[in-house]
């Protein structure tokens, strides 16, 4: 299987793809797409979509895989990358070893079904709502691509969504947007040590793959190395930077790692007219964002502290937790209102949500 996937790499470096219709330029297209049997309108040029190689599901998404304890696990690397995800009162972390082979998770956390969508090219890890119109679906892998990112489909329409869009791109649910969930993408030390009760994704998924290996060969280094063409290539930023960005009213502005200091620091800022407070650690490897506004309307001032799992104060006597969770003080229950936002490639904030601002420190 290895060594099949290193082939399947060499052939996408080479660029050796079939456009699914080539020739159609427009931003809204029609066409008949004969690798996945849909002839339907793309919200997306279609001509800049590309069939990856393995097919439909031929990157198998896990479904509700086995979880082990965070204290017992001896399979990752305290350098190595996880997602994790709190809903308050239960932490898990999925990590990235495993979503680079299955780039999707169908998952049930206390009783909340997720969808964990991760694409090993552009570096995006985002949750997704999988409760769509008030139906439950799950996703799978398309085996396309556009600007090197992973399209999901969804099980129950068989539609084509853009991850990095955060929208349906293709099929019955075309421009419904997808509703998303926080996420926290940071190293497994940091993990394990804000929440010491984590629970992790097991390596006994059920598929034989080789989890300690990345299968794109030296992508992640090679900071050159794209795989597929971008619409657009931003070269204000190295293109495999990782980079903490804000999506607002359809815009894009990135915050970088090297705009935070080795311990928890704060940024007060403003985009597209709305205050946002964005918190980052360099040491400890992560960056959140928040709207300053709380629910009941004030705008408290915000102070960043290093608390363990605590990262803000203000002065209205609360504290804040890395998920935006109050829990000591008057406001103890209530939440942040957490910004529509992931880390992800430079390349790839700058090919999908053009003439993004960069946060100037």
Not at 163 to 185: M, P, R, S, Y
Not at 264 to 283: H, R
Request: hydrophobic letters at 35%; aromatic letters at 12%; glycine letters at 10%.
């Amino acid at each position: 299987m290895r060594l099949l996937l290193i082939g399947f790499v060499i052939v996408l470096f080479s660029y050796a793809c079939t456009d699914v219709n080539p020739g159609a330029g427009n931003n809204t297209n029609t066409g008949n797409n004969t690798n996945t049997g849909i002839s339907t309108e793309w919200l997306i040029p279609v001509n800049s979509v590309f069939d990856g190689g393995p097919g439909k599901d031929g990157i198998p998404a896990l479904e509700n895989p086995p979880k082990e304890a965070g204290a017992a696990v001896t399979f990752l690397q305290d350098n190595e990358l996880v997602l994790g995800y709190f809903d308050g009162e239960k932490a898990i972390a999925y990590p990235h070893q495993i979503l680079d082979w299955h780039e999707i998770i169908n998952d049930v956390h206390n009783g909340t079904a997720l969808a964990i969508t991760y694409c090993p090219l552009t570096g995006t890890g985002i949750g997704w709502n999988p409760k769509i119109k008030g139906i439950f679906t799950t996703f799978g892998v398309s085996g396309l691509l556009f600007n090197n990112n992973l399209i999901p489909y969804d099980r129950k329409t068989g539609s084509n969504w853009s991850q990095a869009k955060l929208e349906c791109v293709n099929g019955d649910l075309i421009g419904t947007e997808i509703e998303t969930f926080q996420l926290v993408e940071t190293d497994w030390t940091t993990w394990k040590t804000i929440y010491p009760e984590t629970s992790v994704v097991s390596l006994n998924t059920g598929h034989d793959r080789s989890y300690g290996s990345y299968p794109y060969g030296d992508y992640r280094t090679n900071h050159n190395n794209l795989i597929f063409p971008l619409d657009i290539d931003d070269k204000r930023l190295d293109r495999k930077e990782r980079v903490h960005g804000i999506i607002v009213d359809g815009r894009a502005k990135a915050y970088r790692f090297g705009s935070f200091s080795s311990n928890t620091t704060l940024i007060n800022d403003s985009f597209q007219g709305v205050e946002v407070i964005v918190v980052g650690d360099a040491s400890r490897n992560f960056i959140v964002s928040y709207y300053r506004k709380l629910n009941d309307g004030s705008t408290p001032t915000f102070t960043a502290v290093d608390e363990n799992n605590i990262i803000l104060e203000d002065d209205q006597g609360n504290k804040w937790d890395v998920f935006g969770y109050a829990v000591s003080g008057p406001a103890e229950g209530q939440r942040l209102r957490r910004t529509e936002s992931f880390i992800g490639y430079w390349f790839a904030w700058g090919a999908f949500y053009p003439e993004a601002e960069i946060y100037d420190f």
